[in-house]
T-cell receptor, first 119, second 114 residues
């Protein structure tokens, strides 16, 4: 089945520890996004990537890092510099730019999320 | 910058009641507008979308019309069911170099009782 797989579903972080959240897609989509969801605040953009080996900061990138070495994968690392990491993290993708449709008209597809908590 | 404002919730309704969730936006240019739904413990699913003024998006009995004059995209359903209980997000995707980035409202929790 085509889709987006986020793992793990639940993750716990100790003080001073970096943790990495996985996002894998088999939709052949070019663009990938990471959002953070907190209660009552909607979703906020952390990082996004338009193509392999390229990514840009979103609105709340501090304390996070990403890589995009393969089209299918866009892992997010929550570093120890992120002082309030407890949240629900969602990965999303949007379709290929090569089809001629402006990517902003296309809906994003979301994974089922990873819930990160502090021990 | 771009922003989306949704009506404050939570919203509690009885089954078969009429639903309206208000959404207004601020954006430069001509954004595309979306409604997403989130069920407990899951990611977001696209409910409907509209890409230009006066377009009406519809799906599963839900409707929303892109009103440029009032910068609104209110979600409506004529008769809600218990299975519609979820969190609803209004979002916009602006043009130019935004490259599909979504700006979300804060979400509205809907609970439908039998």
């Amino acid at each position: 089945d085509g889709g987006i797989t986020q793992s793990p579903k639940y993750l716990f972080r100790k003080e001073g520890q970096n943790v990495t959240l996985s996002c894998e897609q088999n939709l052949n989509h070019d663009a990938m996004y990471w959002y953070r969801q907190d209660p009552g605040q909607g979703l906020r953009l952390i990082y996004y990537s338009q193509i392999v080996n390229d990514f840009q900061k979103g609105d709340i990138a501090e304390g996070y890092s990403v890589s995009r070495e393969k089209k299918e994968s866009f892992p997010l690392t929550v570093t120890s510099a992120q002082k309030n990491p407890t949240a629900f993290y969602l990965c999303a993708t949007v379709g290929s730019v090569h089809r001629g449709n402006w990517v902003g008209n296309q809906p994003q597809h979301f994974g089922d999320g990873t819930r990160l908590s502090i021990l | 910058g771009n922003s989306v404002t949704q009506m404050e919730g939570p919203v509690t309704l009885s089954e078969e009641a009429f639903l309206t969730i208000n959404c207004t936006y601020t954006a430069t240019g001509y954004p595309s507008l979306f409604w997403y739904v989130q069920y407990p413990g899951e990611g977001l699913q696209l409910l409907l979308k509209a890409t230009k003024a006066d377009d009406k998006g519809s799906n599963k009995g839900f409707e929303a019309t892109y009103r440029k004059e009032t910068t609104s995209f209110h979600l409506e359903k004529g008769s809600v069911q218990v299975s519609d209980s979820a969190v609803y997000f209004c979002a916009l995707s602006a043009g130019g170099t935004s490259y599909g980035k979504l700006t979300f409202g804060q979400g509205t929790i809907l609970t439908v009782h039998p």
